[in-house]
């Protein structure tokens, strides 16, 4: 008869007993892995997605249709002290673009020039530290969102925004995170406001899932609210799908695409990769800057109200 503690059934049932908890371990990592990806790829991971731009009007909000008296005129003052907290609506000039972090080689010279006398800066790929901010003029108000590390988007403004919200996606392959910012800010002589929506899009997806849901958390917001609205930034629109996804989303929302005499954006797979979508707003002006400090090309536009630029015409 065999012995039931015999050496060979001894070795075996301690090992499977340490199986046990071994396995009891694996599983629950793998149900939390499960867990996360299955949270963080569907939807927002910014705890401000509840986004409260345009919800309620903004209170206080300085109005000035008519330009003061002489100078010394106590409504100067105001008009001053309006002027800086508002864009104005007939001229706004702006600057959009991937800048890839600032990895290349003047990089930072570039942005210094490109920047100057802007009103808006949209950059995306920007490093949301303080020793990026170098080229940027001290006067602009800075807003970033975070994507991938210490990486986002970047918006800076003349005026100071009057609210804000922002949203992030994740990658689904790689996983890296993607964000969106949404700023609001005053416009002069006018109770609207100006919606700047700067985006770095999912880009490596097999399907369109992860694409129409980021565009889609946009669609909400900019559909209830009033005033003018800009939307630019990198869409990695790297196939018709995509861009006809998105000239679907504009379309819808009843914005109008930025166009380009000599197009230099950087495409891939023949299609460009960067927009500036503008509603309420006409561009007086806009082109394309080739450089070498980016893998992207930034886009520069100016832009004026509708019913200024019908009246000059």
Request: proline share 5%.
């Amino acid at each position: 008869m065999r012995n039931a503690h015999s050496p060979k059934e001894s070795r075996f049932k301690p090992t499977k007993h340490h199986l046990k908890p071994k396995i009891f371990v694996y599983g629950a990592h793998l149900c939390l892995i499960l867990f996360v990806q299955t949270n963080v790829m569907s939807g927002s991971l910014d705890p401000q997605a509840r986004c409260d731009i345009g919800r309620s009007p903004i209170d206080g909000r300085p109005a000035h249709p008519h330009l003061p008296g002489s100078v010394g005129d106590p409504g100067w003052a105001q008009h001053i002290q309006a002027s800086v907290a508002t864009l104005d609506p007939d001229r706004i000039s702006m600057l959009s673009w991937n800048i890839k972090k600032g990895s290349e080689s003047a990089w930072d010279s570039d942005l210094r020039r490109l920047a100057t006398g802007k009103d808006l800066v949209l950059l995306q790929e920007a490093r949301l530290i303080p020793s990026f901010y170098g080229p940027l003029s001290e006067s602009m108000y800075r807003n970033g969102a975070k994507g991938w590390k210490t990486s986002g988007v970047l918006t800076a403004a003349r005026a100071k925004h009057v609210n804000r919200c922002s949203y992030q996606h994740q990658e689904p392959i790689l996983g890296t995170p993607k964000a969106s910012l949404l700023t609001e800010y005053r416009l002069f002589g006018t109770d609207n406001t100006l919606l700047v929506i700067n985006v770095h899009v999912v880009n490596f997806a097999l399907g369109l899932s992860e694409f129409r849901e980021q565009i889609g958390d946009l669609h909400t917001v900019m559909a209830r609210h009033a005033g003018p609205i800009i939307l630019s930034g990198d869409f990695n629109t790297w196939r018709s799908s995509r861009l006809e996804m998105l000239g679907a989303f504009a379309a819808d929302l009843g914005m109008r695409s930025i166009q380009f005499a000599d197009d230099d954006r950087t495409r891939k797979f023949g299609y460009a990769l960067d927009h500036i979508f503008v509603r309420g707003l006409r561009p007086v002006s806009s082109h394309v800057e080739s450089v070498n400090s980016s893998d992207h090309n930034p886009l520069i536009t100016v832009l004026g109200s509708v019913d200024s630029i019908a009246a000059s015409d």
